[in-house]
T-cell receptor, first 116, second 113 residues
Framework: GAVVSQHPSWVICKSGTSVKIECRSL??????MFWYRQFPKQSLMLMAT?????????EQGVEKDKFLINHASLTLSTLTVTSAHPEDSSFYIC????????????FGDGTRLSIL | DAKTTQPTSMDCAEGRAANLPCNHS???????VYWYRQIHSQGPQYIIH???NNETNEMASLIITEDRKSSTLILPHATLRDTAVYYC??????????????FGKGTRLSVIA
C-alpha cells in the first residue's frame, strides 16, 4: 500500500517552455503533499507544502510564481515549472502523507527535468 | 525538529549485517525517528520509524537508546541492492500533519560483494 505515482519520469524541453509534473496518491487520500528538488550530489530540498483545496506554502527562496502548485483533490497535486530555464534543471520529487500525522511520508519516483 | 548526525559513508560486506548509526541528542519527547533510503535516481523509500521502543519490520530493525539520543538502523543481511543513501530524520508528530520531512546529508552505504 501507500503508493505515490509521479509523471512524467523524465522530460527534456527547450528554455522558455512550461512543464507540468503530476503527483498522485494511488491507494490513500493525501491531505498534504510536498514537493522537493534535488540537485546532483545533494540532498532533497523542500520546495513547498500543499494542502488540498488551499494555497501552497513555499519555502524561503522558492518563487511561487515560477513554481505553480495545484492540489485540487485528495489524490492529485501538480507542479508547473513556468518559463523554465537551464538552471531549473533538477530532479523533482513529490511526497504525500495520509491524514494521520505520525504516518510516514511516501515518495514518488521523481521527475528528471532537463532544460536545454 | 531536532537535528541528526550521521556518518558520511559506510561499507558493508554482502550478507553481513549493516548497522547505521544516527545521533539525535536534542530530540524531544514527542519526536519520532524516521529512516528512509534513496537508491540512485529514485525517490526516497520509507524503511521504518519509531518513538521509543525498538521496531522491526520486513526490511530492517530500529534500535533506539533508552535516553532516545541515538538510534541504529540494522539491515540484517545486506545485499548489493541495499546500496543507497540512508537518511535518519527526526520529526514531531503534530496534529495538523503538515510538517514535512527535512533531509540531511545521510549516510552513503556501499554493500560490497
Amino acid at each position: 500500500g501507500a503508493v505515490v505515482s509521479q509523471h512524467p519520469s523524465w522530460v527534456i524541453c527547450k528554455s522558455g517552455t512550461s512543464v507540468k509534473i503530476e503527483c498522485r496518491s494511488l491507494d490513500f487520500q493525501a491531505t498534504t503533499m510536498f514537493w522537493y528538488r534535488q540537485f546532483p550530489k545533494q540532498s532533497l530540498m523542500l520546495m513547498a507544502t500543499s494542502n488540498e483545496g488551499s494555497k501552497a506554502t513555499y519555502e524561503q527562496g522558492v518563487e511561487k510564481d515560477k513554481f505553480l502548485i495545484n492540489h485540487a483533490s485528495l489524490t492529485l497535486s501538480t507542479l508547473t515549472v513556468t518559463s523554465a530555464h537551464p538552471e531549473d534543471s533538477s530532479f523533482y520529487i513529490c511526497s504525500a502523507r495520509a491524514s494521520a500525522s505520525n504516518q510516514p511520508q511516501h515518495f514518488g519516483d521523481g521527475t528528471r527535468l532537463s532544460i536545454l | 525538529d531536532a537535528k541528526t548526525t550521521q556518518p558520511t559513508s559506510m561499507d558493508c560486506a554482502e550478507g553481513r549485517a549493516a548497522n547505521l548509526p544516527c545521533n539525535h541528542s536534542t530530540i524531544s519527547g514527542n519526536e519520532y525517528v524516521y529512516w528512509y533510503r534513496q537508491i540512485h535516481s529514485q525517490g526516497p523509500q520509507y524503511i521504518i520509524h519509531g518513538l521509543k521502543n525498538n521496531e522491526t519490520n520486513e526490511m530492517a530493525s530500529l534500535i533506539i537508546t533508552e535516553d532516545r539520543k541515538s538510534s541504529t538502523l540494522i539491515l540484517p543481511h545486506a545485499t548489493l541492492r541495499d546500496t543507497a543513501v540512508y537518511y535518519c530524520i527526526v520529526r514531531v508528530a503534530r496534529n495538523s500533519g503538515n510538517t514535512p520531512l527535512v533531509f540531511g546529508k545521510g549516510t552513503r552505504l556501499s554493500v560490497i560483494a
